[in-house]
């Protein structure tokens, strides 16, 4: 078992690596960008990169607090649900309805891997190697497929 303090300092020794590993890296635009604190510039929008001692995810996350607007952003998300799958080059599980850590209504499109342990150092390449690719290909989906969502800003 591990302390709080132990949990604190190892969650964020992976997430200072990882942002470290993924500093060098452009944006799908050719940009900088801060991969760790992904900007969609959208309100109640995110990209989210999420881990603990039993698994990991990473998705989109809309957490409008009016549900027939959540409904509406993810409608349009299944309106462009293929070129989410061209970049990402993988199908993603898709909820309408769920509930935060708080237990807040949101909606997400996410992956998952199972088991994996965020406090294993050892670990640590998995997942590098399952976040990376996968918030690239957000990335890019997100350089063109932000548009269908002018009329929703």
Do not use: C
């Amino acid at each position: 078992m591990y302390s709080k303090t132990e949990i604190t300092q190892l969650r964020q020794a992976f997430w200072t690596t990882f942002g470290q590993y993924m500093q060098p890296v452009p944006s799908a635009d050719g940009g900088p960008i801060n991969w760790i604190n992904y900007k969609t510039g959208l309100k109640h929008v995110y990209f989210r990169l999420q881990a603990d001692n039993r698994h990991a995810t990473i998705g989109i996350e809309l957490t409008h607090p009016d549900a027939g607007l959540r409904e509406l952003f993810f409608e349009q998300f299944r309106e462009v649900r293929p070129l989410l799958e061209e970049a990402t080059e993988e199908t993603w599980t898709w909820e309408a309805y769920a509930l935060d850590a708080n237990g807040q209504p949101l909606s997400r499109i996410y992956q998952e891997l199972r088991p994996i342990n965020l406090f294993d150092r050892e670990q640590w390449p998995q997942l590098i190697s399952f976040f990376k690719p996968r918030l690239m290909a957000l990335d890019a989906f997100w350089s063109t497929g932000q548009y269908a969502f002018d009329e929703l800003r």
